[in-house]
């Protein structure tokens, strides 16, 4: 009875993210991601920076999202200006894509706060391959779903604006603004429109402690709003323990070290709030991000967002 209601879920799964658009991947550890979400995060770290992030979710859960992530960025010689590419790669079921953006930013300096204000823009291609014909049926007098589609482009571009001062951040995006359709048949595929918000900080408690808070907002058409909230503690600038609260869906626990002030690495584990928790042994998430320095300079401290 158990698998079968298992496959009845997935089977819901799929064919909900065919006919009403998948939604964006998440991450718990979205504040070292911010280049996927925010295109005018970019250059932002005043020094080039390449992050991969790995997501296995709903372990044990036939058909879970497996998403992997590449993004690097840097701001240019011109200091104001900041560049960056990405690559992501998303699995969910029979159904595979990859996303391929550019990303450039452009900010205002403020001395009296030492604060900027980014405006970024986002451009690129998305690559979609799927044969919906593997999909599981709990009911055998269904009607069989033969639809595959290999290699379709859809272009896309996004915007965004990203506020930072050395202790906080607030941000505003929308990573994905065309809504591309794909219809075969009966089947549409639909690129809902995400829309972010995206806030936090940090606070120097002593010389060993720094509690950095944030939490971020995702509104999306035809689908009901979402909350992360996360807290975590640094300790010494070395060891980052935090949790992650998604409103209705997941917590999860996350530690990363700063194993130079450049070179940082987390992992994080997460684990359903809904009944999902049935299904699944959880979800878990691998993070590994360089900071890059070309000039003879040194970094007292690593970048905390």
Request: proline share 4%; glycine share 8%; net charge positive.
């Given at each position: 009875?158990?698998?079968?209601?298992?496959?009845?879920?997935?089977?819901?799964?799929?064919?909900?993210?065919?006919?009403?658009?998948?939604?964006?991947?998440?991450?718990?550890?979205?504040?070292?991601?911010?280049?996927?979400?925010?295109?005018?995060?970019?250059?932002?770290?005043?020094?080039?920076?390449?992050?991969?992030?790995?997501?296995?979710?709903?372990?044990?859960?036939?058909?879970?999202?497996?998403?992997?992530?590449?993004?690097?960025?840097?701001?240019?010689?011109?200091?104001?200006?900041?560049?960056?590419?990405?690559?992501?790669?998303?699995?969910?079921?029979?159904?595979?894509?990859?996303?391929?953006?550019?990303?450039?930013?452009?900010?205002?300096?403020?001395?009296?706060?030492?604060?900027?204000?980014?405006?970024?823009?986002?451009?690129?291609?998305?690559?979609?391959?799927?044969?919906?014909?593997?999909?599981?049926?709990?009911?055998?007098?269904?009607?069989?779903?033969?639809?595959?589609?290999?290699?379709?482009?859809?272009?896309?571009?996004?915007?965004?604006?990203?506020?930072?001062?050395?202790?906080?951040?607030?941000?505003?995006?929308?990573?994905?603004?065309?809504?591309?359709?794909?219809?075969?048949?009966?089947?549409?595929?639909?690129?809902?429109?995400?829309?972010?918000?995206?806030?936090?900080?940090?606070?120097?408690?002593?010389?060993?402690?720094?509690?950095?808070?944030?939490?971020?907002?995702?509104?999306?058409?035809?689908?009901?709003?979402?909350?992360?909230?996360?807290?975590?503690?640094?300790?010494?600038?070395?060891?980052?323990?935090?949790?992650n609260y998604r409103?209705?869906?997941?917590?999860?626990?996350?530690?990363?070290?700063?194993?130079?002030?450049?070179?940082?690495?987390?992992?994080?584990?997460?684990?359903?709030?809904?009944?999902?928790?049935?299904?699944?042994?959880?979800?878990h998430e691998i993070?590994?991000?360089?900071?890059?320095?070309?000039?003879?300079?040194?970094?007292?401290?690593?970048?905390?967002?």
């Amino acid at each position: 009875m158990k698998r079968l209601k298992l496959i009845s879920t997935v089977v819901s799964l799929c064919m909900s993210l065919v006919s009403f658009g998948q939604q964006e991947p998440q991450f718990t550890q979205y504040l070292d991601n911010m280049q996927y979400y925010n295109p005018a995060y970019s250059g932002s770290r005043d020094m080039m920076n390449i992050t991969a992030l790995h997501r296995q979710q709903w372990v044990g859960y036939s058909g879970a999202p497996i998403t992997t992530t590449l993004a690097m960025n840097t701001p240019l010689k011109y200091k104001s200006l900041g560049v960056g590419i990405s690559l992501m790669n998303d699995k969910i079921g029979p159904t595979n894509a990859t996303w391929f953006n550019a990303d450039f930013s452009y900010s205002l300096r403020f001395k009296k706060n030492n604060g900027r204000l980014a405006f970024g823009i986002k451009a690129g291609v998305n690559l979609l391959n799927g044969d919906l014909s593997k999909l599981s049926k709990q009911d055998p007098t269904e009607v069989d779903v033969n639809y595959r589609y290999q290699g379709v482009v859809q272009p896309n571009f996004g915007g965004g604006i990203y506020y930072h001062s050395k202790q906080w951040f607030i941000g505003v995006s929308v990573p994905k603004i065309i809504q591309n359709v794909q219809d075969a048949t009966s089947i549409k595929y639909l690129d809902q429109r995400h829309y972010y918000l995206t806030v936090g900080g940090y606070v120097d408690v002593n010389r060993m402690l720094k509690i950095r808070p944030s939490a971020m907002l995702k509104l999306t058409e035809n689908a009901p709003m979402a909350l992360d909230a996360s807290l975590a503690f640094i300790i010494y600038d070395k060891f980052w323990l935090g949790a992650n609260y998604r409103v209705l869906e997941s917590a999860g626990l996350f530690a990363q070290f700063q194993i130079s002030n450049q070179f940082k690495i987390g992992y994080a584990f997460e684990m359903s709030t809904s009944k999902l928790v049935r299904y699944n042994a959880g979800t878990h998430e691998i993070l590994l991000s360089y900071d890059f320095l070309f000039k003879k300079k040194s970094l007292t401290s690593p970048r905390y967002f």
